[in-house]
């Protein structure tokens, strides 16, 4: 099933193999970023929390949560680039 690239299995694969990508690289460079910016990107993608709700854990704007999501998402898409389809 893993040739089929339509496959269930293929799409899980790829799905898996990507997450996996992107947890290594921001491990990588959570070290540039304050440790609040990394919990609160963090929340919102690894654990799928909202942003209203993580804004009110952090005592934020919910603007500013979305500015620090933003901010690891750029640096992660640098250090991706060429690695993930």
């Known amino acids: 099933q893993l040739s089929d690239p ?4 293929t799409s899980e694969w790829n799905a898996e193999h990507d997450a ?7 491990a ?3 070290t540039d970023f304050e440790p609040a910016t990394v919990r609160i990107f963090r929340r919102l993608v690894v654990d799928e929390a ?15 949560v979305y500015a ?4 690891v ?3 992660i898409r640098q250090e991706a680039e060429g690695l993930l389809d």
């Open 68 to 71: 620090a999501k933003s901010r």
């Open 6 to 9: 339509d496959s269930p299995l």
């Open 73 to 75: 998402l750029q640096r």
């Open 50 to 64: 909202r942003a209203p709700e993580v804004a009110s854990e952090m005592g934020m704007a919910v603007a500013a």
């Open 28 to 30: 990588l460079v959570e």
């Open 20 to 26: 996996h990508v992107v947890r290594r690289i921001l």
